[in-house]
């Protein structure tokens, strides 16, 4: 396949993604990225967008784990649950606000 560069917009940011993969799909990709960083931006009222790419990673990785477990059903291994990966999330976002500078 031949790799074509589609544009995306992720928080009012332009990325040019060279992919050989669907434009369509890149661009659903990076509509759920924006929409979730978005939400993220939104609860935490953080503004470093490295805080909110982290948090935004685990958010789609607790969506993914959840969507796999149920798919796959019981496998072999241990697996990490959406429950623990939740708590993660919420310890992560407490963290950034305890560091966040604040404003007067």
């Given amino acids: ?13 332009e990325y040019r993604i060279r992919s050989d ?3 369509s ?9 924006d929409e979730t960083m978005a939400k ?20 789609i990785a607790n969506h993914l784990i959840a969507l796999r477990d149920g ?3 019981a ?6 649950r959406p429950e623990d990966l939740g708590k993660l999330i919420t310890l992560v976002e407490a963290a950034i606000a305890e560091a966040a ?3 007067h």
């Fill in 1 to 13: 396949m031949t790799k074509r560069t589609v544009p995306v917009e992720i928080l009012g940011q």
């Fill in 21 to 23: 993969s669907d434009a």
């Fill in 25 to 33: 799909i890149i661009r659903r990709a990076a509509a759920l990225v």
């Fill in 40 to 59: 993220v931006r939104d609860r935490t009222g953080t503004v470093d967008t490295l805080d909110i790419a982290v948090l935004t990673a685990l958010n």
């Fill in 71 to 73: 798919a796959a059903g």
């Fill in 75 to 80: 496998s072999q291994g241990e697996k990490i």
């Fill in 101 to 103: 500078p604040t404003t």
